[in-house]
């Protein structure tokens, strides 16, 4: 008797395994991904909104200053983190007090400012805010534009800094 013709009593454990068909397959209702479309959308659209607002900052407001701190808490753990400093291209910082301010050593302010921020304390998240006005400070200047005098700084901590975490 050809193989093709014998049969497989049914305990034993050669039985044939019938494959699932498409009718038997779970699909998700699309209901499910229309949730799932609905609820991603915002969020990629948002992410897209402010990449391009940090693209088109960087490009209007150049990195003059870069200034990276770090400290050693009492629990003995050492936090650490780097803020630029910008001005507009329309007016921009005044090539001497960019250099200076770059110029500085910077190695034991982070840990005057934790020392300064634990007596200081204020609402939470604030502290280090606080600190950071109170050990960075940048001469004075003015630039002259069309609309007159004009002085603009914006500072930016990089993403992974950590020093705000060791005053909590």
């Known amino acids: ?47 897209a909104v402010i990449a391009t607002m940090d693209l088109v900052r960087d490009f209007r407001y150049p990195v003059n200053v870069t200034i990276s701190l770090s400290y050693v808490s009492d629990s003995g753990r050492t936090y650490s983190c780097t803020y630029d400093y910008s001005t507009p291209k329309s007016a921009p910082m005044p090539a001497d007090i960019a250099q200076q301010m770059n110029e500085r050593d910077w190695s034991q302010t982070g840990q005057l400012m ?28 003015l630039v002259q534009t069309e609309d007159g005098s004009e002085y603009e700084l914006w500072s930016r901590q990089r993403p992974g800094g950590n020093c705000e975490d060791g005053l909590q």
């Open 1 to 47: 008797m050809p193989d093709s013709e014998r049969t497989t009593p049914a305990g034993d454990a050669r039985t044939a395994v019938q494959p699932v068909t498409g009718s038997a397959r779970r699909r998700l209702a699309p209901w499910i991904i229309t949730a799932i479309a609905i609820a991603v959308a915002p969020t990629v659209a948002i992410a």
């Open 114 to 141: 934790y020392e300064w921020a634990k007596t200081h304390r204020a609402a939470a998240g604030s502290t280090w805010g606080l600190a950071m006005d109170e050990f960075v400070r940048f001469p004075p200047w």
